[in-house]
Every structure is written in C-alpha cells, then in structure tokens.
C-alpha cells in the first residue's frame, strides 16, 4: 500500500502528458493542416497561371502556323500574339523545336477525337476503321484542315528525329481507336488475319504518307481518291490468314 500514491501519481502524471501531447500533435496538425492548404492555394494558382500561359502560346502558335502555311513561327512573334515575354516562353519550353512538339501534341489530341468521334457511331469494327481511314484522308479533302495539317505532316520527321519519344507518343494517341477496333475485329472473326498493333501502325504509315503527297501536290483532292486509299487499306486488312494460305 505505501507505494500507491506515488504509482496513482505517476499514472496520473503520464495521463497528463498523453493529453498535453494530443492536444500538440493536434494543434501541430490544424497548423500544418492551414499550413498545407495555404500552399497549396498558392501552387493552384500558380499552375493556373502557366497553364493559361502555356495555352495563349499553343494558341499563338496554332494561328502563326494557319496564317503562314509552315511550321516555323519564331519565338519573338509567339509570344507578341500571345501577349507574353521571352522569360514566360522559356519558363515552359527549353526551345522552339519543344514548343513546336506540344503543339503538335496538341492537333494530335484535336484530332484523335475527332476520329474517335467518327467511329462512335460505327455499327461494326470493320466501318470503325472506315470511318478512321476516312477522317484521316479528309484532312487534305478540306482546305481549312489542309491548311492546319500541311505543316506537321510536312514537319513530322524532323520534329520525330529531335524528340522521338514524345511525337511516337502522340502518334500512338491517334492510332489508339483504330488499334481497339481492329481488336475488335480480330476476336469477331471478320478480321482473321489482324494483327492490330503492327496493322494500326502500317496504316496510320499509309495514310499519313497519302496526306504528305497530297498536301503538297497541286491540284484538288477528290472523294474518289480517299475512297480508292480506304479500299485498298481495308483489301490489305482482309487478307487471308497464313493457315488459310498454306491450306490452299
């Protein structure tokens, strides 16, 4: 018994620290917490600050690239029409070749759903490569997308040479719904022979090809040529399947 008080005391005394010692890991919290939340607010609006600038440059560069037909529009006159400074351009772009790049990545997610948007409607996987192969064609059949997609098709191998990751990134972008559709067909059975990843890539090759030749030779483009490049892709998708040949 003659311990006791001093074990209740201790017991006691330990109970107070535990509560004194919550109560700052508490205060701690609520401070780191307003702390966190102050810091944040800040970066929320410093990221939408540079996203607001990185979007008038792409916007810049987009108009540069419609008003002049090529894919050169120099720094200076980017950031003048973006209303920018050469120190807000190179915050975000280690050189114009890199800007040039996000804006190619930037017509490239334009028009990955403008395809995916064509193919939505498709009632089978076959049309849904129809419908890529078409809307990609298109864009030399319409001069104001000749006119937005000369320069890159143009441009494609220089930019793929300096940043091979990033524009083997886009293209990939791109090719996606056509890549899942062709999957599609291949379990469906209509498509046997498919083999959608080489297939997605030997097409957007053809198709791309075909628009550098026609954005560049004179002379109109007609339904009758996208209608021919789109029958001899989906004869070459057709083909019959290596047992199938062996078989004959």
């Not at 109970?15 to 109560?23: C, P």
């Not at 939408?48 to 894919?71: C, K, P, Q």
């Not at 395809?115 to 064609?137: D, F, K, N, V, Y």
């Not at 209509?190 to 075909?210: K, Q, S, V």
Request: hydrophobic fraction near 45%; proline fraction near 4%.
């Amino acid at each position: 018994m003659g311990g006791a008080p001093g074990c209740i005391f201790e017991a006691s005394w330990n109970i107070v620290l535990k509560m004194q010692n919550e109560v700052l890991i508490e205060a701690n919290e609520v401070r780191n917490s307003l702390a966190t939340r102050s810091v944040d607010r800040a970066l929320a609006r410093r990221r939408a600050a540079y996203e607001d600038e990185v979007r008038r440059l792409l916007d810049a560069g987009f108009a540069s690239i419609r008003e002049t037909g090529r894919l050169e529009p120099t720094v200076s006159d980017g950031v003048r029409a973006a209303g920018l400074s050469n120190q807000a351009f190179y915050r975000h772009f280690r050189s114009k070749d890199e800007f040039l790049v996000a804006v190619l990545d930037e017509g490239i997610w334009v028009l990955a759903d403008y395809l995916r948007q064509r193919m939505a409607t498709a009632t089978s996987p076959e049309q849904g490569i129809r419908r890529w192969l078409e809307g990609m064609a298109r864009q030399a059949l319409r001069p104001d997308a000749a006119e937005a997609t000369r320069p890159f098709a143009l441009a494609r191998a220089r930019l793929a040479e300096l940043f091979p990751e990033e524009v083997k990134l886009s293209e990939t972008r791109l090719t996606a719904p056509l890549r899942e559709a062709l999957e599609r067909a291949a379990r469906a059975g209509t498509l046997p022979a498919a083999d959608p990843t080489r297939d997605a890539e030997t097409l957007y090759d053809l198709a791309m090809g075909w628009l550098q030749r026609r954005l560049t030779e004179p002379g109109p483009v007609s339904d009758a040529d996208v209608e021919h490049l789109v029958e001899f892709a989906l004869g070459g998708l057709r083909r019959a399947s290596a047992a199938e040949q062996r078989a004959r």
